[in-house]
């Protein structure tokens, strides 16, 4: 049988993709070579490799081929924006960019020359991570032996990157806290170190990212180049700032205190405003940026991490998206009905609070109170504050913070029992199931967590650090102070 050309073509290319993939070189620089030998095998003009954010939102950039800076700079790419069939795990096909509703930036598209585009999703674990895309300045009808190529490709670059991150946390497991370490996979993954950026303009972007890093605040460096001048359809100056935090819709340009800088940048900054009004970008020095994590409620002024926290595990945004989706399946499953909501003081007040406000159902509130007393070898439970209302007959979601042991639940929920309401269901928001002693029925858990004491969001350590508007760890001296108080 005789194999087409484009079929032999195919086969060099695996051949090439396939060693560079089993080298030892840093994770980039072998996406950007599999996006080379992709191009080339393809006969198109340029690849992208990119990466989804833990959220699922945005796309970045990990490595890349015969594409122009400005193009790989064009902005944030919105993944439910830009040819959204890849994450449904398609191969998409678009045979004219400039016709073709799916394109994020079609004039960027049309600056670069591009008019097809070919795209194959990078999968892990059944799950979407990325995507790889193929460029042509021709349109092309891509057969099937085109998308199972770039399906494959996609797949070694999926397992290269798996092998890349496996390896760094097997060089560096041991150094890192079990919250890093855990393979449960809920707590929301940063990227891998191996693809962030290898070096920063400056040292201030670096600790600007770690302090972003420690908030669990998502940053993309550098993600979009603003033309600001051009002469003669060529563009005379840009300006590229250093950070666009998505959670914020915010990009942010770092600056020293040097004058004659401030003024330059402050100057870039006008242009920018007037020539793109819909941008949201703030000029900071040091002592602003540490006031605008402030004003988002991450620690006092001046103050860049709070004190007594290890590590944040779930930031504000995090919990915010996670708080909405329950809330959904809550309206959903309950529809047509009303709600008991039923909430044990005090560790629940902001999950309570929050949940509340996003079903759309009738609900009533309850809450009750509790206390532990006896000493380590027998303790004893005992409602100080019980329901104002009766629940008999009625459905009844029972709201946790977190449900460690069960013991507490488990106590609540034989209470409730008695008054025979029509249903009684839990919802809690974190869950450290590898502590359980008692089994009690979960219908939905916000986040499962490993064995670790957490504050924040509610939740205390001898009353403090309730009003955090996430949720961390402690530091370990406090953490052993606790220990040595359980
Ligand atoms: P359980 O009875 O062992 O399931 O404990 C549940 C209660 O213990 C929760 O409602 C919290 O008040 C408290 N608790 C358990 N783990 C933590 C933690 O990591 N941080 C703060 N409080 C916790």
Redesign the pocket.
């Known amino acids: 049988m005789k194999t087409s050309k484009s079929e032999n073509g195919y086969y060099g290319g695996l051949k090439q993709i396939a060693k560079v993939a089993n080298s030892t070189l840093p994770l980039r620089r072998i996406l950007s070579s599999i996006a080379k030998s992709t191009t080339k095998a393809m006969r198109a003009n340029g690849c992208s490799i990119m990466l989804l954010n833990s959220q699922r939102e945005y796309l970045t950039v990990a490595g890349a081929y015969g594409l122009s800076d400005s193009y790989l700079r064009k902005g944030p790419l919105l993944a439910h924006k830009s040819l959204p069939g890849i994450l449904d795990g398609k191969v998409v096909a678009v045979t004219d960019a400039s016709k073709n509703e799916q394109i994020q930036y079609p004039e960027v598209a049309k600056q670069e020359k591009i008019i097809s585009i070919l795209g194959a999703p990078l999968i892990q674990n059944e799950e979407v991570v990325g995507e790889i895309r193929v460029y042509t300045h021709e349109p092309r009808q891509y057969s099937q032996a085109d998308k199972a190529f770039l399906l494959t490709v996609g797949n070694i670059s999926a397992t290269t990157m798996e092998r890349a991150e496996l390896y760094q946390m097997l060089s560096t497991n041991y150094k890192k806290p079990i919250t890093e370490r855990t393979e449960l996979g809920q707590i929301p993954k940063l990227a891998p170190s191996s693809l962030r950026p290898s070096s920063f303009a400056h040292p201030s972007e670096q600790e600007f990212s770690k302090l972003l890093d420690f908030y669990r605040l998502e940053w993309l460096y550098e993600p979009r180049a603003f033309p600001l001048q051009q002469e003669s359809n060529k563009v005379t100056e840009m300006f590229t700032p250093d950070f666009y935090l998505p959670e914020l819709d915010l990009y942010v340009e770092l600056t020293t205190l040097k004058q004659s800088l401030i003024t330059e940048k402050n100057r870039k900054l006008r242009r920018l405003k007037e020539l793109y009004p819909e941008i949201n970008i703030k000029l900071l020095t040091k002592s602003d940026y540490l006031r605008l994590l402030a004003k988002y409620g991450y620690g006092p002024i001046g103050e860049a991490k709070v004190q007594g926290i290890n590590q944040v595990l779930f930031s504000h945004s995090q919990i915010q998206h996670r708080v909405r989706t329950i809330a959904k399946h809550i309206s959903r499953d309950y529809a047509g009905r009303h709600l008991v909501l039923v909430g ?1 003081l005090k ?2 007040i902001c999950f309570m609070a929050n949940l509340m406000q996003h079903i759309s159902l009738p609900v009533t509130v309850e809450f009750m109170a509790i206390s532990y007393y006896g000493d380590d070898t027998e303790q004893v439970v005992k409602i100080t504050k019980d329901l104002d209302s009766s629940i008999t007959g009625q459905d009844v979601l029972m709201i ?12 609540v929920l034989n209470h409730l029992s008695t008054h025979n309401p029509a249903s009684l269901h839990v919802c809690t928001l ?1 869950d ?1 199931s590898v ?4 089994h ?1 029925p979960l219908k939905y858990i916000g986040f499962e ?1 490993p064995d ?4 924040g969001y509610g ?3 001898q009353g403090k650090f309730r009003n955090l508007p996430f949720i961390g760890t402690l530091t370990p001296e406090l953490l052993e102070r606790e220990l040595e108080e359980e």
Request: charged content about 25%.
């Open positions: 044990i560790g629940v946790e913070d977190i449900v460690d042991t069960g013991m507490t639940l488990n106590f974190l450290k502590r359980r002693l008692v009690v967590i670790e004491f957490v504050v939740l205390d350590y």
